[in-house]
Nanobody, 126 residues
Framework: QVQLVESGGGSVQPGGSLRLSCETSRFTLDYHAVAWFRQAPGKERDWVSC????????SYADSVKDRFTVSMDKGKGTVYLQMNNLTTEDTALYFC???????????????????WGQGTQVTVSS
């Protein structure tokens, strides 16, 4: 069974940084793509980034490219999302999700994910 647990959220000022963690298992990382999504109040769940063993590199939404970096540590069974130069637009509940296989064009659709964590809140305000 795939389990995902997010942590690392908090409150920061604009321009600040946070690192989110998505703790899972080595098995999950060996056979699943893991993606980060975020959802602001009253809005849809938006895709942020995806990483998998089967892809050459991670992929990012245009809104976070060059500011966010996703990585995985298989030994710890954890996927990280380093978020720099945060803006108020980044305020949301951040989730990690897992689906079997690799990241692909459909990875931006939350309906394609079988497993989700409970989310961690990120608030950016002055």
């Amino acid at each position: 069974q795939v389990q995902l647990v997010e942590s690392g959220g908090g409150s920061v000022q604009p321009g600040g940084s946070l690192r989110l963690s998505c703790e899972t298992s080595r098995f999950t990382l060996d056979y699943h793509a893991v993606a980060w999504f975020r959802q602001a109040p009253g809005k849809e769940r938006d895709w942020v980034s995806c990483i998998s063993t089967f892809n050459e590199g991670p992929s990012y939404a245009d809104s976070v490219k060059d500011r966010f970096t996703v990585s995985m540590d298989k030994g710890k069974g954890t996927v990280y999302l380093q978020m720099n130069n945060l803006t108020t637009e980044d305020t949301a509940l951040y989730f990690c999700g897992a689906e079997a296989g690799q990241c692909y064009i459909g990875s931006s659709d939350p309906d394609n994910y079988d497993y989700w964590g409970q989310g961690t809140q990120v608030t950016v305000s002055s």
